[in-house]
Structure formats: C-alpha cells, structure tokens
C-alpha cells in the first residue's frame, strides 16, 4: 500500500479544514479523508460513547424519502455547551437504566434548502413556518443549522425506544407534546423533565425536539462528512 498526502482543501471560509489521503491498494484509489469540526462544535458520539445515534436524514428513512443534502455520514455534531448539557442528562437517565437516541443535532444549511426544495415541489407549504424552516437564515441563531437544536428520544438500557405514540418526524398533533395519555405522555414528560433539567426547552408541537437554551449560534453550512465525490486536484 502506498499512501500519499496530497493535499489541504479549504472546504468553508469560516474553520474547516480537510486532509484528503489518497492510498492505492492494487491499483485501485481509495480515498480516506478526516474532517475538523467547525469551531466550538464537538462530536457527539466521541463525547457520550454510550449514546445512541439513528441520523434519519443521512439515510432514505425520512420524510423527504432521500438522503439530505449535507449528510454524507451519520454524524450528529453539535456546539460544545450543548453537548456537555446532554452529557449530564445522559448520565441521569443511565441511574434509572435510561438513554438517548439522537435523530438528528447539528444541520448543515443546504439540507434545511433541500427540505424546503421537496415541500415546494409536493405541495407540502402547510409543513413551511411550522416544521420546516422557511426561510434560511445565517445570522446568530436558534437553530439545528448553529448546533443548539437536538432531536432525540428515550432508550431503554437494550437500546429500544420507549413508546412516545408517533415516530420522529411525524407532523401531526398527534406529535403535540401533551397531545397524548397513559404510558405514552409519561414517557415524554420523563424526557422533557430531564431534558429542561439541563438548560433544554422542548418545541411543544414535536415532543423530539429541544433547543439548548443557554447559548446561540452562528448558521452554517459545513457537510456532515466529506462529499462522495470531491473534486481532488494532485498539485
Ligand atoms: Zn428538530
């Protein structure tokens, strides 16, 4: 195996940096890459090993039915405050043999366009304002696109999601918050009591998604992951 570095890509203005490694293993190129992470963003994963990751939207399993712009890895990144916040709830939950599952964190802005792009070409606007963003912004923010928003739910101690009566993503009331009873509301109001513990407030019409509410963020647009298909310059 023969590995050369070839060369340094600036892929965004702002803090990424990525080294691309070609390595020829009979004859046929590979590319291996690693990517830093946007200023003051941590890997969620690397932090909470025992955190469980499903990132919908790097799969077909979604309601766009595609995998998003931007999400070339299931990564779930986010700003370093919020992800210490989690850290702690992940270790309360651990005392009552209780986890996290993350649907998705940090948002890369050209998958919020892509979203948007599939409401307008489905008749979807009903979904705009209120479970897509309709407009893209890029300033100091709220927001999945500045790694302060997290979606996530319940696991028990196998792994398995506790019953919170609709799937991610499902736009209905049914997904209200405090739109459910018996076992089903306990177990999002366990969720949301652990979760405004740490400093999280939940978006009461998607029992999934919470804002870390002690620090904002600046919009970006760096990929989840290196793009498939980069352009690679040899000099
Ligand atoms: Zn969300």
Redesign the pocket.
Known sequence: MVVIPLIKWNINIFFSKLLIIICLTNNTPIAIFSQTLPTGFVDIKKEIPEIVLDIRYATPNNFVGEKLDGYEEGFAWGLKEMVLALNEVQKELKEIKLGLKIF?AYRPLRAEKHMLRWAMSNNKNHLLGVYIPLKVRTDSIYG?TSGN???LTLVDSTGKELNMGTDFDEFSEKAHTLNAKGDILENRNKLQAVMKKYGFKN?PK?W??FTYQAKKGMALDIPLGVPKNPVVQTK
């Open positions: 998705d999945h928003m997290i979606d978006y998607e999934w998604h």
